[in-house]
């Protein structure tokens, strides 16, 4: 995990199906994380993951 940090997200940060990017603040999908891994900004080159945490 080299050159990795875990960003928290809140609710002011998360839209209808996406997020905003927490380096540019640029809207990115789910879909396009998942698909890409990578910030939909212009001039953003900040690489995206997902981490699905189950709890019971």
Request: overall charge negative.
């Amino acid at each position: 995990m080299v050159g990795e940090q875990r960003v928290r997200l809140s609710e002011t940060d998360a839209m209808e199906m996406g997020i905003r990017c927490p380096s540019c603040g640029t809207y990115t999908s789910f879909g396009d994380i998942l698909a890409t891994g990578e910030c939909r900004g212009a001039e953003c080159t900040t690489g995206l993951k997902l981490e699905l945490v189950t709890s019971e």
